[in-house]
């Protein structure tokens, strides 16, 4: 019952704007938000129709995510400090779903993605969801960065390419095919607003240095009248109104085939917003909530979709971005929402202007961002099998697909896992090593250094699951060669699995056909309840002891250790 309890604690999924108000909120708490909603909005604006174009949409799409997603996530996370939207996350996977499926494919996806991350919040999944293994992570996000990069290329150099393969290689292969219409002032623009950006990023590190490039090149265009590529000829004039709430057309095969792509956004979404809020709490000693941040993603991602935006999570950036800007609550990321509703509503025509040579320039940023290269070093400094997990989820993002590199590098990490648990778990006999520790002094006290034949004393070492199969396999066929008592010093098993249970079944099963006594020592209290519950049928040959004193006791009591005493 008290675990029931814990389970549905109204807590954990409760948003942390109420607690925010039932701490006390005050006027110069919203001050400080208003300032860090307005700074991140400046941040956010640019970036977010970047991401979008990048993704293969539309700029408004950017924002409209930016703005609904982003007041959502805000209002009902978990977190004090999170800034939700677009992300470069989300890319190669939103890119792929348009190019196979569809803007509906993606709009379906969405907020079946936004289902999954409301029902893994309820299935309190939030805690579990952070221990993806960090070569994993590493690996699909440095993958990533270098398709974000690589997708950046024609329009850094203005080359004149109707339509881009969604695949890295074929992708490459249009580039060299077309080098020879690089565009002077597309060059131009993009090395002067990565110019600009670099220097930003030394000299004025929190300052709305993506506002600025974006700026610069707009006012290039429009002063020198540049022949470039901008928002304009490439998507038209933006709207400056939301569009109405709508849903797309379900149908169940539609479901049935995008249910991978769903929950590989439900995947990326529920990690990098943990990731976001765990950074978060780093930099400011707060706490989040993790399964209330869950369900916020997934409310978030179910309202983006029905005003036709795009995946939305918490974004690390935006975040930290927000915290040094000196947010104080969520109101400040809710606030940077409808700041961005605002320039919405009273700029957006002159989003045209806005060269896509600068907007590539930021996303080479992002890129460079996500590149993860300190923690590629780090893990090349770890085990060989952590640098081959990264090494293939890096590979295989790059080169086949995301969902395939995420799914491939856990289930690697998890049986590379498995191994080492299994080289931790030991069974070792300690009849020859009575010196070995503290314990086996009570053993010499009774016996000196002779063990009786008929009795042998083995030691358990580490979580007892379907790693022990081969080890139990050896007790086994000691029960065949005479042994009549078998003491298992269990002390240093911290779990026991189903698999571990149906392995010690079958142990008892063999020692009751042989007339083998089990006596299990010093069990911890969770594993001995657990073991327990399958001791109850073989009653007539299973002995607990606290410790080995009492083992040894027990061996004495036993009739037959009196017959084979050397």
Wanted: proline share 5%; hydrophobic share 50%.
């Amino acid at each position: 019952m008290k675990r029931l309890v814990q389970f549905f604690n109204p807590l954990a999924f409760t948003p942390k704007i109420w607690t925010v108000f039932k701490e006390g909120y005050k006027f110069n708490h919203f001050k400080a938000d208003f300032m860090a909603g307005l700074t991140v909005a400046i941040v956010a604006l640019p970036l977010s129709m970047a991401l979008a174009i990048a993704s293969g949409s539309t700029p408004d799409k950017g924002i409209i995510t930016a703005i609904i997603a982003g007041f959502l996530i805000s209002f009902l996370g978990g977190s004090r400090y999170q800034i939700g939207g677009p992300t470069g996350a989300f890319v190669v996977i939103v890119y792929h779903i348009i190019e196979s499926h569809g803007y509906d494919g993606l709009l379906i996806a969405t907020i079946m993605a936004g289902v999954l991350l409301i029902i893994f919040g309820l299935c309190r999944f939030g805690s579990i969801i952070k221990y993806i293994p960090f070569p994993v992570i590493t690996g699909f996000t440095a993958g990533i960065a270098v398709i974000i990069f690589s997708s950046q290329i024609k329009d850094l150099l203005g080359l004149q390419i109707t339509k881009l393969p969604g695949d890295f290689i074929p992708k490459w292969e249009i580039y060299f095919k077309k080098i020879d219409t690089a565009h002077l002032p597309a060059i131009a623009l993009s090395l002067i607003s990565l110019a600009l950006l670099f220097l930003g990023r030394h000299f004025w590190p929190r300052g709305p240095y993506f506002l600025i490039v974006v700026t610069f090149g707009a006012l290039c265009v429009w002063f020198f009248n540049l022949p470039v590529a901008t928002i304009g000829t490439e998507f038209g004039i933006i709207s400056s109104s939301l569009p109405a709430p709508s849903l797309p057309d379900f149908t169940w095969s539609k479901c049935i085939t995008l249910l991978p792509s769903a929950f590989t956004i439900a995947f990326l979404a529920g990690i990098e917003s943990l990731l976001s809020a765990v950074i978060a709490d780093g930099m400011t000693g707060a706490r989040h909530r993790s399964d209330a941040e869950l369900i916020a993603q997934g409310i978030a991602n179910i309202g983006s979709a029905c005003f036709a935006g795009l995946p939305a999570t918490g974004a690390i950036a935006r975040t930290a971005t927000n915290i040094r800007a000196g947010a104080r609550s969520p109101i400040a990321g809710m606030l940077h929402a409808i700041f961005l509703l605002l320039m919405m509503l009273l700029v957006a025509p002159l989003a045209q202007w806005l060269p896509l040579a600068s907007l590539a320039a930021i996303l080479v940023i992002v890129a460079l961002n996500m590149s993860e290269i300190e923690n590629f070093k780090f893990i090349f400094k770890a085990p060989k099998s952590d640098i081959l997990i990264l090494i293939l989820t890096f590979l295989l993002t790059v080169f086949v697909d995301l969902t395939f590199a995420i799914s491939i590098g856990i289930i690697l990490s998890s049986l590379l896992f498995t191994r080492r648990m299994s080289e931790l778990a030991i069974i070792k006999n300690i009849n020859k090593s009575l010196k070995d520790d503290d314990e086996n002094q009570e053993i010499s006290k009774h016996f000196g250094k002779n063990i009786p034949k008929n009795v042998e004393i083995y030691k358990i070492q580490g979580p007892f699951f379907f790693g022990m199969t081969i080890p139990m396999k050896d007790l086994i066929d000691r029960m065949d060669q005479g042994v009549e008592i078998l003491i298992l010093r269990m002390r240093d098993v911290p779990m026991i699995d189903a698999s571990g249970l149906a392995r010690l079944n079958d142990f008892f099963l063999h020692a009751e056909a042989c007339n083998v006594t089990i006596i299990l020592s010093s069990v911890q209290d969770k594993v001995k309840k657990l073991i327990q519950n399958i001791e109850m049928n073989h009653k007539d040959n299973i002995y607990f002891s606290s410790d080995y004193a009492e083992a040894l006791d027990i061996v004495f009591n036993l009739s037959l250790t009196t017959k084979n005493v050397s």
